[in-house]
Nanobody, 124 residues
Framework: QVQLVESGGGLVQAGGSLRLSCAASGGTFSTYAMGWFRQAPGKEREFVCAINWSGGRTDYVDSVKGRFFISRDNAKNTVYLQMNSLKPEDTAVYYC?????????????????WGQGTQVTVSS
């Protein structure tokens, strides 16, 4: 059983930056692919980005390419999401998730474990 705890959310003005962290415990973190998803009010949860087990491959939804960067530190059992040039449309609850195959998958159904989410609000 893997437990995931996100942190780093908050309120930021448009154009600002935030870094989210997701700390994992209770499993072999280095074997999991990790993903970030987000859910805005009244909308479905959507894929944001993911990183494979080694950190050697990443994938981003088009709307965040060049602004968001995912990374991981397997020694610290932590995955990060650096968010730059934030826009009001980035406002959502952000979730991290772990996927046991270790490979990048965009579908939320493939992910085995989820954090509780952290709120990101971008004001205009």
């Amino acid at each position: 059983q893997v437990q995931l705890v996100e942190s780093g959310g908050g309120l930021v003005q448009a154009g600002g930056s935030l870094r989210l962290s997701c700390a994992a415990s209770g499993g072999t973190f280095s074997t999991y692919a990790m993903g970030w998803f987000r859910q805005a009010p009244g909308k479905e949860r959507e894929f944001v980005c993911a990183i494979n087990w080694s950190g050697g491959r990443t994938d981003y939804v088009d709307s965040v390419k060049g602004r968001f960067f995912i990374s991981r530190d397997n020694a610290k059992n932590t995955v990060y999401l650096q968010m730059n040039s934030l826009k009001p449309e980035d406002t959502a609850v952000y979730y991290c998730a772990a996927e046991a195959s270790g490979y990048i998958i965009r579908s939320s159904r493939a992910y085995d474990y989820w954090g509780q989410g952290t709120q990101v609000t971008v004001s205009s």
